[in-house]
């Protein structure tokens, strides 16, 4: 076999199992090495949520490797955020005006194991479980193992889908010259995981196709559907303070601060203080990487590349387009593949686009845990898809921009910073008693270079 055809992926996690079924059906040898226990085997979370949304980006992805119809049996729609407010009746917040301005919950074993049996039917895929990469040799192309009982192997192109601490980052990092390769921003928040059980039927206890959130300012909790009539539950908080995962010590303190916080849900949340106390508390950082790839031997993909606040919902959708973007310009394995070339275009293509949904992650916290509950977010929400039902081609609110199309994020996140002066300007006008018209709007959609 020539060296072209060979391909190693370190972490068999959401990306690492689409990007080796993607390999393996363009014909290439791909070995997986994995640090974890095969998690359709043994008693294992799939790690970090137990559940996520999934949207158009991924589902584009998923439908490149012809899964999608496979998948679609495990997702929930969620057509809008239902709004918890404290004394208040729940409210439903459409994401968008049309049917298919939908997101979905996903169990992320149920989506990892899927992919990762694709993958094993194919006779060219070999997945190494409980393989904890300890180093890279980018020079000899040589992998270790933390296990000293595991021999060294040699890789011959090597791609890093290992998540946020990856050691393939590591090794580009000590090749290039510049060693600020890596910034890691925490967000000084953590997350916990909570459950609500179905009723004695089977049902969801919530409504069931929404995403459902309690915005507090500071702080939130959300909650995201699971086929089996469950709910997953998690509560956003800060990790230090008056306020926080370090403040809530005892059980009376967890059942004090959701019972004032979250009366609605909290006399329908299982094993409150049990889960409290042996759910870890996750970390939220946002990791920024200068350089994804090393020649034509090494590139970084997914979390590995760009770990990003959970907040939009897309760090596993940017991980699948990582790999549309990439595969689309591999060739099947019996041609030539000029890999320096597709992996220096994967970098270019992906990291202004990863850096932009970064940025828009950070921001939609404020946007969750505190502007949706706000009259004025709401009333510019509403201008924002009334101007979407006038001018359907010419505007597109940012949240649909990202979540519902395919439009390069960088591309969304430029197009939103006008619409959100916009926006601003009009519900300005309409709380003076302008009346905002088709005509009125199209000025707008003029004056700010939209139409
Ligand atoms: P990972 O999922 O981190 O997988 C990396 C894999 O590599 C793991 O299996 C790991 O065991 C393995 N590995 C690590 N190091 C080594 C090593 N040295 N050797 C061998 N193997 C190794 N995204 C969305 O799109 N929608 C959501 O709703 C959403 N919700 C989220 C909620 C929370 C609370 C969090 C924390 C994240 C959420 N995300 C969401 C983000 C999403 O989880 C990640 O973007 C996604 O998991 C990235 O996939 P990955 O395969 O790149 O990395």
């Not at 363009?26 to 559940?51: C, M």
Request: with cysteine; net charge negative.
């Amino acid at each position: 076999m020539s060296n072209n055809q060979s391909i190693t992926i370190i972490g068999a996690g959401l990306v690492g199992s689409l990007l080796a079924l993607g390999m393996a059906k363009k014909g290439y040898q791909v070995t997986v090495y994995e640090s974890r226990s095969d998690l359709r085997k043994s008693d294992i979370s799939a790690g970090r949520s137990i559940n996520l949304a999934l949207a158009n980006r991924g589902m584009k992805a998923l439908e490149q490797q012809g899964v999608l119809d496979l998948v679609m049996p495990l997702l929930i729609e969620m057509k809008g955020r239902m709004v918890h407010i404290i004394g208040e009746q729940e409210q439903f917040q459409p994401y968008g005006i049309k049917d298919a301005d939908v997101i979905y919950s996903v169990s992320r074993g149920q989506l990892n194991a899927l992919l990762l049996d694709e993958a094993e039917k194919l006779p060219n895929v070999a997945l190494h479980f409980e393989h904890r990469v300890k180093q890279v040799d980018l020079d000899t192309g040589i992998i270790t193992f933390n296990s000293s009982s595991q021999p060294n192997q040699r890789f011959e192109r090597i791609i890093g889908t290992d998540g946020a601490n990856s050691v393939l980052r590591e090794a580009i990092a000590e090749k290039t010259t510049n060693r600020e390769n890596v910034n890691v921003e925490q967000l000084g928040h953590g997350y916990k995981e909570l459950c609500v059980m179905p009723n004695s039927s089977g049902q969801h206890k919530l409504a069931v196709n929404a995403l459902h959130i309690w915005p507090r300012e500071d702080f939130m909790l959300i909650a995201l559907p699971n086929l089996d009539g469950s709910f997953t539950l998690t509560l956003f908080l800060s990790k230090i303070g008056e306020q926080s995962f370090e403040a809530l010590t005892t059980p009376a303190k967890i059942h004090d601060f959701f019972k004032q916080q979250f009366p609605d849900v909290y006399p329908l949340i299982n094993n409150l203080e049990g889960d409290f106390e042996s759910n870890p508390t996750g970390n939220l950082a946002t990791v920024r990487c200068q350089q994804w790839h090393y020649q034509d031997k090494a590139l970084l993909l997914g979390d590995a590349a760009h770990a990003i606040v959970p907040f939009h919902g897309q760090g596993m959708n940017c991980g699948f387009e990582d790999c549309f973007d990439l595969l689309i310009q591999v060739p099947s394995s019996e041609n030539n593949a000029d890999w320096q070339t597709i992996f220096s275009n994967t970098e270019s293509l992906r990291k202004p686009n990863a850096n932009a949904i970064a940025d828009m992650a950070l921001e939609n916290y404020i946007e969750m845990r505190s502007s949706v509950a706000k009259e004025s977010f709401i009333r510019q929400k509403a201008i924002a898809h009334q101007l979407q039902s006038w001018f359907p081609e010419q505007f597109t609110p940012r949240y649909a921009m990202v979540m519902f199309g395919a439009m390069p994020y960088s591309t969304a996140q430029e197009l939103g910073e006008t619409h959100k002066i916009m926006l601003a300007k009009i519900d300005e006008a309409q709380q003076q008693g302008v009346t905002l018209t088709k005509d009125l709007a199209s000025q707008y959609l003029s004056t700010h270079g939209l139409l």
